[in-house]
């Protein structure tokens, strides 16, 4: 059984940065892709962004040139950095490996 905890979310101003990230237990993580999701109050859970096993990455557009995902294979972690934060960015963030493993999300806010 995987775990996946997520780390990093809080409250920030309107144009700052947060650095997300999330922990996977076992040891499938560097074969599996990873990805971040969020889920804002009154909506449908959307992508944000993806990283396969082979590093390939893949943003939302609401995203792209403002956030950027990562993985350490060594460490079991994914990250999503952050930039430029909007206060439409406000919502809880979910790290998932490979759509079937789901961390308990954190919650991210965007003050204007």
């Known amino acids: 059984q995987v775990q996946l905890v997520e780390s990093g979310g809080g409250l920030v101003q309107a144009g700052g940065s947060l650095r997300l990230a999330c922990a996977a237990s076992?040891?499938?993580?560097?074969?599996?892709?990873m990805g971040w999701y969020r889920q804002a109050p009154g909506n449908e859970r959307e992508l944000v962004a993806t990283?396969?096993?082979?590093?390939?990455?893949n943003y939302a557009d609401s995203v792209k040139g403002r956030f950027t995902i990562s993985r350490d294979n060594a460490k079991n972690t994914v990250y999503l950095q952050m930039n430029s934060l909007k206060p439409e960015d406000t919502a809880v963030y979910y790290c998932?490996?490979?759509?079937?493993?789901w961390g308990q999300g954190t919650q991210v806010t965007v003050s204007s």
């Open positions: 076992g040891r499938i993580f560097s074969f599996n892709a």
């Open positions: 998932t490996m490979a759509d079937r493993y």
């Open positions: 990283i396969s096993s082979g590093f390939r990455t």
